[in-house]
């Protein structure tokens, strides 16, 4: 190796994601809640010298935050498949990044399965200001997805 790695093409397309993010989101009913709306807010910026972005996160409802994430985005060569660090308010410690890929202006992650439930995470962007983000489960191992939640986001 020649000096130190430096960030490469894939960690570029993470740049995409980079800026402040706020928008609408609907929750579905779930275990955790009644659903209804929300205002999200991201916070993302690139960071440990271009390899990762950084990923803050707030939820609010009736004006106040009612949950919290942090997140971190990188990319593994050596199984070649982005990665995303999950953790937040609700506690649980992530047994592994999910992982997913770029197709076009979307990038989808899947939880790697715990049994029959799998988790999958979109976010599709719409030109340079507008960013979709939606959450499914599945209990059937992939077969069928329910939607948890949707948002839809203008970068500042």
Same mark, same amino acid.
């Given at each position: 190796?020649?000096?130190?790695? !430096?960030?490469?093409?894939?960690?570029?397309?993470?740049?995409r994601?980079?800026?402040?993010?706020?928008? =609408? =989101? !609907?929750?579905?009913?779930?275990? /955790?809640?009644?659903? %209804?709306?929300?205002v999200?807010?991201?916070?993302?910026?690139?960071? &440990?010298?271009?390899?990762? @972005?950084?990923?803050?996160? $707030?939820?609010? !409802?009736?004006?106040?935050?009612?949950?919290?994430?942090?997140?971190?985005?990188? /990319?593994?060569?050596?199984?070649?498949?982005?990665? /995303?660090y999950? &953790?937040?308010?609700?506690?649980?410690?992530?047994?592994?990044?999910?992982?997913?890929? /770029?197709?076009?202006?979307?990038? $989808?992650?899947?939880?790697?399965?715990?049994?029959?439930?799998?988790?999958?995470?979109?976010?599709?962007?719409? %030109?340079?200001?507008?960013? @979709?983000?939606?959450?499914?489960?599945?209990?059937?191992? %992939?077969?069928?997805?329910?939607?948890?939640?949707?948002?839809?986001?203008? !970068?500042?």
């Amino acid at each position: 190796m020649n000096g130190m790695p !430096k960030p490469d093409e894939h960690h570029a397309k993470l740049h995409r994601l980079a800026g402040t993010w706020t928008g =609408e =989101e !609907k929750m579905n009913p779930s275990p /955790w809640g009644p659903g %209804g709306t929300a205002v999200g807010r991201y916070q993302c910026r690139m960071d &440990v010298d271009g390899f990762f @972005l950084i990923q803050d996160y $707030v939820q609010q !409802k009736d004006g106040q935050p009612n949950y919290r994430g942090h997140g971190i985005f990188g /990319w593994d060569g050596e199984r070649k498949t982005f990665t /995303w660090y999950w &953790v937040d308010s609700m506690g649980q410690v992530p047994a592994a990044p999910s992982r997913g890929q /770029w197709n076009g202006d979307t990038l $989808v992650f899947e939880h790697e399965p715990m049994g029959e439930r799998r988790g999958r995470y979109t976010f599709e962007l719409s %030109g340079d200001t507008t960013l @979709l983000f939606r959450i499914e489960n599945s209990q059937d191992g %992939g077969q069928s997805w329910q939607t948890f939640m949707e948002g839809r986001y203008r !970068k500042a």
